[in-house]
Structure formats: structure tokens, C-alpha cells
């Protein structure tokens, strides 16, 4: 009965060390005070076909998975996710599942922050997100995990 008192009190002070270790390798992010009104296209879902609204920088989604898979940017840009696969794609913030690296979150996000599609998107059907917080901010297809991404937002002259 001793051993198993042992354990318990090991596994939950491992536990807790490996708790406050990955909470402390949180980047640090700057605060942000959000626009009164989002840019346009902000966290927005359409269809390639139908869309006039513009944006900074496109990454695809092919059946090999995002291309390119790694940008930088600067802070304020628009980047396109759109799907041009067989399969449906889901792009949100790392860390799968819970997509809750990129800071931003508003009360009608779906899971951990603004940066998610909050669905799945057929082909020809893309997600554009403005990205407002400098960093590194990786993402992935929250349906293929496997697939992945970083996105490098530098801080512009104008925002910090």
C-alpha cells in the first residue's frame, strides 16, 4: 500500500513540474489593444470563386498539405488559407487541439483564438485571417494535425 502512496505523490510532482515547465516556454506577447472596427476579412470563410475582397499573402492547401508552409509578415497583414485539395481542411493556431498559441480570442471564436477557421472547408473555399500580434505563430490543419505551418508576424513601425 506504501509503494502505491509513493507513486502518486511522484507522478503528481511530475505532473506539476512538466505543467510549470511548458507554461513557462509560452512566448511573451505584447499587449494588443484591438481596432475599434477588425480589418476586412478578419477570421472571415468564403468561397474563391465568388471573392473580391483582397488579401496579403496566400497559402494553399494541396493534398500534400500547406504551401508554403512557412511566411513571414508583417504585422497587420491579411494571409488567405485556401483549399485546393481533395480533402477538407480546417486551419486554426497550433497547438492541436486546443489552438491556443495565437493570443487574440473574441467571445464568438469556436476554440482557443481568433486565428481558426471554426469549420471545415470543402475545395475552392478559404479562411482569411489579419494577424495583429507580432511572433511566431504556428498553425495546422486541425482535421490532418500532421500538417503544419509557421507564420513569422513582425512588428511594423506603426503598431508597436
Known amino acids: 500500500?506504501?509503494?502505491?502512496?509513493?507513486?502518486?505523490?511522484?507522478?503528481?510532482?511530475v505532473l506539476l513540474a512538466g505543467g510549470g515547465y511548458i507554461y513557462s516556454e509560452r512566448p511573451h506577447v505584447p499587449s494588443y489593444a484591438s481596432p475599434a472596427a477588425q480589418p476586412p476579412g478578419h477570421g472571415i470563410v468564403g468561397n474563391s470563386?465568388?471573392?473580391?475582397?483582397p488579401y496579403d499573402v496566400l497559402i494553399t492547401y494541396t493534398d500534400e498539405g500547406f504551401s508554403p508552409a512557412d511566411i513571414s509578415i508583417a504585422q497587420g497583414q491579411r494571409v488567405r488559407f485556401l483549399n485546393n485539395s481533395k480533402q477538407t481542411t480546417w486551419p486554426a493556431s497550433g497547438l492541436h487541439p486546443t489552438h491556443t498559441l495565437y493570443p487574440e480570442k473574441e467571445s464568438s471564436d469556436c476554440l482557443g483564438s481568433s486565428f481558426d477557421s471554426c469549420a471545415e472547408l470543402q475545395k475552392?473555399?478559404?479562411?482569411?485571417?489579419?494577424?495583429?500580434?507580432?511572433?511566431?505563430?504556428?498553425?495546422?490543419?486541425?482535421?490532418?494535425?500532421?500538417?503544419?505551418?509557421?507564420?513569422?508576424?513582425?512588428a511594423s513601425s506603426t503598431q508597436q
Open 1 to 13: 500500500m506504501r509503494t502505491y502512496w509513493i507513486i502518486g505523490i511522484v507522478a503528481a510532482a
Open 124 to 154: 475552392g473555399e478559404f479562411f482569411d485571417f489579419t494577424f495583429n500580434y507580432a511572433g511566431v505563430w504556428t498553425f495546422h490543419d486541425h482535421l490532418h494535425p500532421y500538417s503544419t505551418g509557421s507564420i513569422t508576424v513582425t
Open 49 to 53: 470563386k465568388l471573392d473580391t475582397d
